[in-house]
């Protein structure tokens, strides 16, 4: 009797701490370790049929390869589906997802009227049987059917991790096309994951570096179309370009925007010597910020905008410093064997992201700002140019593969070093950079 008086003790605590666990909402944590992905059910959303049915499909086949994309998620596939969802607002057979072990569901509906989309859908935690979001929903033009995609992944995305989304975002990048040694270069723009991609220039003049404005309606790039290379500004609307206005026929290179987008850091030279200025985008207020014999460029903001990283090679080998928005003294930071270039300060300004070149390999690297806790995500014959998600969670990079048949592809890697995946492009592609979520 005493014996069963226990067991039935322990029966009822493990009772109770299921169902403590089963109250706690859904969510991935996300650390360094290895994940094993969200298993999550996302039937075909359903429609009031005809042109809509077809958008329906293939709103829900982006959702689905935004989440799985992450790494994050796994789809349980249609085919293992035991029930079916045939209206938005019926009620949840919970026990079925649970017999195929979904943790997640989403639902959805799409209503077409007069050239414009409205989707609604759900999100439910299967194990706990409650909604994690109701009265959710986004509309817009036919035209704009990724991106409603694309918003309603964030909300997903977002209500399960906690973090900011970045599926509706594009990137600038350069776009390659052609012979090795005769490769013709332009800009392009596309969404995050490759699709709508346009061109932003001809292919008459090198162009390199693209930069996002902060709100993600103009771009800065260096171009060789008058011989020696020259920052532009760029209106990605209307594609209408103006030089940057700068210091006269010197060179100009490697443009970034401040956070309050009024203002222009960039490399120039002068008599043989390259260091980093300011300028205001009318062209006034120029300042010079380093002053050394050395090779100063690549330089980015803090988020908040008070700092700004570097590269130079004042130590004797291309390094990272860090120096204060308006110059004076910098600090080294990065230490470690090999060469450092190309850095970037994450969105949440808790990281540096970077190029580095050692013992015959490159990488992409993440360190604390003050060059502590480095780490490696990547390794290859050459890999460089890092930028950020919009939400400080993915890198996305140029990858260019060994041999005279290797042509640079774009890249993207989540912080962890996991998910390493290569971004379609339809040529060969580099320069990413990523831009804000869209408005």
Request: net charge neutral.
């Amino acid at each position: 009797m005493k014996l069963i008086r226990i067991l039935t003790l322990v029966l009822a605590v493990l009772g109770l701490a299921q169902t403590a666990a089963r109250a706690q909402p859904l969510r991935i944590v996300i650390d360094e370790g290895v994940i094993e992905p969200l298993p999550v059910a996302i039937p075909t959303f359903t429609s009031t049929g005809g042109d809509a049915a077809q958008y329906a499909a293939e709103i829900t086949r982006v959702v689905a390869a935004d989440l799985t994309g992450t790494g994050l998620f796994r789809e349980i596939p249609a085919s293992a589906h035991i029930s079916t969802v045939t209206s938005f607002d019926a009620p949840v057979a919970y026990a079925d997802w649970k017999a195929i072990n979904a943790q997640a569901l989403v639902t959805g509906a799409v209503d077409l009227s007069g050239g414009n989309l409205v989707v609604k859908f759900r999100l439910f935690d299967v194990f706990s049987g409650a909604p994690l979001g109701e009265g959710l929903q986004f509309s817009g033009t036919v035209a704009g059917w990724r991106r409603i995609a694309h918003k309603v992944a964030d909300v997903i995305y977002s209500r399960i991790t906690g973090e900011g989304g970045y599926f509706d975002s594009r990137v600038v990048f350069v776009n390659e096309q052609g012979p090795k040694n005769a490769r013709l270069k332009r800009l392009a723009i596309m969404d995050y994951d490759g699709a709508n991609v346009q061109y932003l220039t001809d292919s008459n003049a090198l162009v390199l570096a693209p930069r996002f404005s902060p709100t993600g309606d103009r771009v800065l790039y260096t171009s060789y179309e008058t011989g020696t290379p020259q920052i532009y500004l760029l209106d990605v609307a209307s594609v209408s370009r103006v030089p940057l206005n700068t210091s006269g026929g010197n060179m100009t290179f490697a443009p970034r925007f401040s956070p309050d987008g009024q203002s222009v850091v960039f490399s120039l030279e002068q008599g043989g010597n390259t260091d980093i200025y300011s300028v205001r985008l009318d062209g006034s207020n120029l300042r010079r910020l380093t002053n050394a014999p050395s090779i100063e460029t690549a330089p980015s903001f803090s988020p908040d905008g008070s700092r700004i990283v570097f590269e130079s090679d004042r130590s004797g080998t291309q390094q990272l410093y860090v120096m204060s928005a308006g110059g004076g003294e910098a600090a080294r930071i990065s230490f470690g064997p090999g060469r450092y270039g190309t850095p970037v300060w994450s969105p949440r300004g808790d990281l540096i992201a970077f190029t580095k070149q050692n013992a015959g390999r490159f990488h992409i690297g993440v360190m604390r700002t003050d060059g502590s806790e480095e780490r490696l995500l990547t390794a290859s014959f050459l890999d460089e140019g890092p930028s950020w998600s919009p939400n400080g969670r993915v890198i996305m990079f140029t990858r260019e593969t060994q041999g005279e048949s290797g042509a640079p592809a774009l890249y993207s890697v989540d912080i962890s070093g996991r998910n390493l995946r290569r971004v379609a492009t339809p040529n060969a592609a580099s320069d990413p950079a990523w831009g804000p979520l869209q408005n």
